[in-house]
């Protein structure tokens, strides 16, 4: 038997992302502004928007629930059926189902959004909150003292942007606001590279308050350009905080998933998102940080001189990784993505599906698929990556995960 690793997910309730992003990330501005006309609302929904409100009623039902009811609803629905028996791709058996919790930094320094409305400031969404409630979920849902067939390793959201390098202290010496320096080492610092997977095992489930988390809560670090991230910061303060993150993360093996790509959770503008979220901004950072483990997710993109980017740092450099998160949804969409890796040279193609991770996007995948295990089956049942899948699902992420 052997476990099948999702590398891309996402676990957070509606209370995390802050409005705006949460609505254009499900397209949804102008399905809610049709809606409130009367008569006319009704009558283009059932004729034209059907299936587009049947995807994001399925999506806001599941987000609705607590983390540890969505973890027990997948359990129960998903996961059980496929891996209680074994879920056999290519002739290998898999009895549990690892999935990578990406938690995102919505956390946005208060900015004026339109002067002509009177509430006219971004929300500030502290990644503390969302921190605990994930774990709360986790701990509630291994809570029942029975063998599951999943298990949890979190990924920490991290925006610079929103930290200092140092702690901040008030008058009488407490910590106002926690720097980077720190909050690395509260989550990091005795992240070692020997028996990780089994010390994150040993670590799962087991929360009482934030301040008692420590090393082993996390699995790795997610950075989200899309929010305002920049890989390689013009500014020096900037820079120097990026720098010593990736010096961090390399000395100690710890992995980093990014976001490729226009879309997603996004409050910056398109052009800003597309200069930010380039594989090509990550050019200068691989140079610098030959060892440093970066994933860099979302490998089918819209804009194909991006996947061709992260298809060139993937054969260029040994530590570069991507995933195949929001994408998927059928048969041949794995299969185009198989067929461009295959034109490249037999020794280059080999390179790219060993650094090739499987990545759902689940719940966001919700939007395009009615079930995570939809999902998993579309991608067992595909023509694509012939005896290759379990280089995917397997040997490549415990790679990426535990070196």
């Known amino acids: ?26 397209n949804i ?18 004729i034209l928007y059907a299936s587009k409100k049947k995807n994001i009623i399925n999506t806001l039902s599941f987000m609705d629930s607590d983390i540890s ?6 359990e129960e629905k998903d996961i059980l059926p496929l891996f209680e028996k074994g879920f056999n791709i290519e002739a290998t058996n898999y009895d549990r189902n690892i999935i990578i919790p990406l938690v995102l930094d919505f956390g946005q320094k208060y900015t004026q959004i339109d002067n002509e409305i009177w509430y006219n400031t971004t929300p500030h969404k502290s990644v503390k909150y969302q921190v605990i409630d994930l774990f709360q979920g986790i701990a509630e849902f291994y809570k029942e003292k029975i063998e599951k067939r999943i298990l949890i390793f979190p990924f920490l959201g991290i925006n610079p942007k929103n930290y200092n390098l140092e702690n901040e202290y008030d008058e009488n010496g407490n910590i106002k606001t926690i720097g980077i320096k720190s909050l690395l080492d509260k989550y990091f610092k005795n992240f070692a590279k020997e028996k990780r997977k089994e010390l994150l095992i040993k670590k799962m489930g087991k929360f009482k308050d934030i301040e008692s988390l420590g090393s082993y809560a996390f699995c790795g670090i997610k950075l989200y350009p899309p929010l305002g991230f920049d890989p390689w910061p013009e500014d020096d303060k900037e820079r120097e905080k990026v720098e010593y993150i990736y010096t961090y993360c390399q000395k100690k093996s710890i992995p980093i998933t990014t976001h490729i790509g226009i879309g997603g959770f996004q409050t910056v503008d398109n052009k800003t998102c597309e200069k930010l979220a380039s594989p090509e901004r990550w050019t200068n950072v691989v140079k610098k940080f030959p060892e440093l483990k970066i994933n860099l997710a979302h490998l089918k993109q819209k804009d194909l ?13 040994k530590n570069i990784y991507t995933d195949l998160a929001y994408s998927g949804f059928n048969k041949k969409e794995y299969e185009e993505i198989d067929k461009k890796i295959k034109k490249f040279s037999t020794s280059d193609s080999y390179k790219i599906y060993e650094r090739i991770l499987y990545g759902s ?29 379990y280089l995917l699902v397997n040997q490549n992420p415990e790679k990426f995960l535990f070196d």
């Open 1 to 26: 038997m052997a476990d099948f690793y999702d590398v891309h997910t996402h676990f957070f309730n509606l209370s995390h992302p802050d409005f705006f992003s949460f609505v254009n990330r499900l």
């Open 29 to 46: 501005a102008e399905y809610l502004f049709i809606m409130s006309i009367p008569l006319i609302g009704p009558i283009i929904t059932t």
């Open 69 to 74: 009811d969505s973890l027990k609803i997948i």
């Open 305 to 317: 001189n991006f996947m061709k980017g992260i298809l060139k740092l993937i054969v260029e450099q």
């Open 361 to 389: 996007d689940f719940s966001i995948s919700l939007l395009k698929s009615p079930s995570y295990s939809s999902q998993l089956k579309i991608f067992a049942n595909s023509k694509a990556f012939l005896n290759k899948k």
